[in-house]
């Protein structure tokens, strides 16, 4: 099957920096999701990107689907933004099935 | 419009107990997944839906069982609890097909199997 792997694995910011997250895949997918677990374990959909770029507040994503990556990118980083962010892809034929990424779990301090 | 609802949010199960995790989505989304997810990974799928009627394994199916008989319910059953299925489940549905196939998910049920 399709992998996807995630990196960092783990990052800690302070407060105010910026980030980018990487996701990468392993073969041609019809569609890309961005997601956000918060600490109460809720997963929170941030991102639908087959391709192109997305800009939500103070997130952007971006996805390169010839190149089998797609990154998120945090500016001016939130005690909010803690938590685990999933990328997760559909690949072609598979009823819309998603293959998640294993995470990158994010720690923002003041 | 409450979007997915799944219950309950927590249970524990003593070995060898049954239960039904219910979901139920009102955004009248053809597609329905049960997915699980152990401490400090990601997702797993266990079973989806293409629609009424219509059901299929994922990657993890074994103990589990699901049924569609309505659009809107897509319930899964373990027939005989094993610490091994101590997890968190997410149930998910989306419009499937080629235009949109964005996925939307419940807040997750707590298991734990002693």
């Known amino acids: 099957g399709i992998q996807v792997e995630q990196s960092p694995p783990d990052l800690i910011l302070q407060e105010g920096a910026n980030s980018t997250l990487r996701c990468n895949f392993s073969?041609?997918?019809?569609?890309l999701q961005w997601f956000h677990q918060n600490p109460w374990g809720q997963l929170i959909n941030l991102f639908y990107i087959p391709s192109g770029t997305k800009q939500n507040g103070r997130l952007s994503a971006t996805t390169v689907a010839t190149e089998r990556y797609s990154s998120l990118y945090i500016s001016s980083s939130q005690t909010t933004d803690s938590g685990v962010y999933f990328c997760?892809?559909?690949?072609?034929?598979?009823?819309?099935?998603?293959?998640f990424g294993t995470g990158t779990r994010l720690q923002v301090t003041l | 419009n409450a979007g997915v609802t799944q219950t309950p949010k927590f249970r524990i199960l003593k070995i060898g107990q049954s239960m039904t995790l219910q979901c139920t989505q009102d955004m009248n989304h053809n597609y329905m997944y049960w997915y699980r997810q152990d401490p400090g990974m990601g997702l797993k799928l266990i079973y989806y839906s293409v629609g009424a009627g219509i059901t299929d394994k994922g990657e993890v199916p074994n103990g589990y069982n699901v049924s569609r008989s309505t659009t809107e319910d897509f319930p899964l059953r373990l027939e005989l609890a094993a610490p091994s299925q101590t997890s968190v489940y997410f149930c998910a549905s989306s419009y499937g097909g080629k235009l949109n196939t964005e996925a939307f998910f419940g807040q997750g049920t707590r298991l734990t199997v002693v």
């Open positions: 997760a892809v559909e690949r072609p034929g598979t009823a819309s099935k998603l293959t």
């Open positions: 073969d041609s997918v019809n569609n």
